[in-house]
């Protein structure tokens, strides 16, 4: 890719009780696919399901020579970050998911590839600075304060992405010399290192839910003739894995995580039938799930950009109503009736993310609350009881092995985050879910 502008239970005799799981239940947050696409004649921002259904244009710019627009969705999803290029140059917009608001964040012409804070109070980018050489930088999104330069305008750095805890980026640099590597910052600019070989001409362009791992492609600032693949590393370089690999020339490019972290979104020219050594083919917007299995091409045909595959641009991000779940298939096993354990029923709830003081025992279940972990729901009150973890993993409450999980505390290590089990178990030697 060129860089050019241009929820077991067991239920109580006063109440049915419930556990939402997401990694036993598949309950998931489905989210959004936000893209651009040239299908109305020039280039605009949509947004479909994960199936590739429901696709709804959201703006309605003007013509412009350059296909790259590099759209995000907000951490609530109800806004879209873009760069857009009229003429002289990129700069930073916002607007509404639903197509209302639009506004503009900068005014310099030089601005590109936005992305949201976990808080959602600031935008990380790329803009060019003193010596013209694309640098990392952040911007409040209500349009107030200046820009912070965090990188060296000696060395282009561009792509960044914040990490699900906001305390660091994750961004793709030249320094040192590189053609691009995966590098990583604290917030703030400091502590800057490289995650990546020179070899791999890697460019980040996702962050695990679970803030572990990084997905990215390799040969950024290459020519098509070398293709791109895409691969996931852990946050600190270890682990790297291509994902979704194929032996026919292509290139796949722009991956991202569900809100789940369960898949992966991404584009590639694998199918086309213009693609040749020189140029990028036709892109699809492809899934997989996270571990690289279940190829599903969900949208085909979405855009063609042969020179700079800057276009299409698919990120996976929350729905503009909020997160929603899936109806999930819900294990029901009911004390004193045998005959009816292992029996299942369909359990839709809303929910969104909230703090962890949100999800104390006998608290309701907050409106939109993004439900991970083990929880148990009382659902004739709607109230918890047993704790929960909030959705970004980082605290367990309820009943547990106060060796392993202690109330209010952040658990030892990141594996366990996923695996703390409410009123009924706990989390064992082995950093799997147990029964008491």
């Known amino acids: 890719?060129?860089?050019?502008?241009?929820?077991?239970?067991?239920?109580p005799a006063a109440a049915i009780a419930f556990i939402l799981t997401c990694s036993l239940f598949a309950i998931a947050q489905n989210g959004k696919i936000v893209f651009t696409s040239d299908r109305s004649g020039s280039w605009q921002i949509y947004t479909m399901n994960l199936d590739g259904r429901d696709q709804f244009q959201v703006t309605n710019l003007a013509p412009t020579d350059d296909d790259g627009l590099f759209a995000s969705i907000s951490p609530d999803g109800k806004q879209i970050a873009f760069n857009y290029n009229a003429g002289d140059g990129p700069d930073l917009f916002v607007i509404n998911s639903d197509g209302t608001g639009l506004r503009r964040l900068s005014d310099d012409q030089s601005s590109f590839w936005p992305r949201w804070s976990p808080d959602g109070k600031r935008l990380v980018f790329s803009t060019f600075a003193g010596l013209r050489s694309a640098v990392i930088a952040t911007i409040p999104t209500d349009g107030?304060?200046?820009r912070k330069l965090l990188t060296t305008d000696l060395w282009e750095s561009v792509g960044g992405i914040y990490t699900p805890n906001g305390k660091q980026i994750v961004f793709g640099s030249q320094m040192g010399g590189f053609v691009s590597a995966v590098w990583i910052m604290n917030a703030d600019g400091s502590h800057q290192r490289r995650l990546t070989p020179a070899a791999l001409r890697g460019q980040p362009w996702g962050v695990s839910p679970d803030g572990r791992h990084i997905l990215g492609y390799s040969n950024q600032d290459s020519p098509p003739a070398l293709g791109n693949g895409i691969f996931v590393v852990n946050l600190d370089g270890t682990g790297r894995k291509r994902l979704a690999g194929s032996p026919q020339f292509h290139h796949d490019l722009y991956p991202s995580y569900s809100p789940d972290g369960s898949k992966i979104a991404f584009m590639s020219d694998r199918f086309s039938t213009d693609i040749d050594p020189f140029t990028y083919g036709t892109f699809d917007i492809l899934t997989i799930n996270a571990d690289g299995t279940n190829l599903q091409d969900v949208a085909p045909a979405v855009g063609s950009c042969p020179f700079d595959g800057n276009c299409v641009t698919p990120f996976w991000g929350p729905s503009p109503s909020g997160p929603e779940l899936t109806e999930a298939s819900v294990t029901r096993a009911t004390t004193g009736a045998p005959s009816e354990a292992g029996s299942t029923r369909n359990l839709s709830i809303p929910v969104s993310e909230g703090k962890p003081s949100d999800y104390l025992p006998g608290e309701e279940l907050l409106p939109d609350v993004l439900v991970r972990g083990l929880c148990v729901v009382d659902l004739s009150t709607k109230k918890l009881t047993g704790g929960c973890v909030g959705s970004m993993g980082l605290h367990c409450v309820g009943k547990r092995d106060p060796a392993n999980c202690p109330a209010g505390q952040s658990a030892r290590r990141p594996e366990w985050l996923q695996l703390c089990?409410?009123?009924r178990g706990y989390v064992d030697g082995?950093?799997?879910?147990?029964?008491?």
């Not at 890719?1 to 239920?11: E, I, P, Q, Y």
């Not at 082995?430 to 008491?436: F, N, T, Y």
């Open 421 to 423: 089990v409410y009123a």
């Open 1 to 11: 890719m060129l860089m050019t502008l241009s929820r077991r239970f067991t239920a």
């Open 144 to 146: 107030s304060g200046k």
């Open 430 to 436: 082995a950093r799997s879910c147990s029964v008491l």
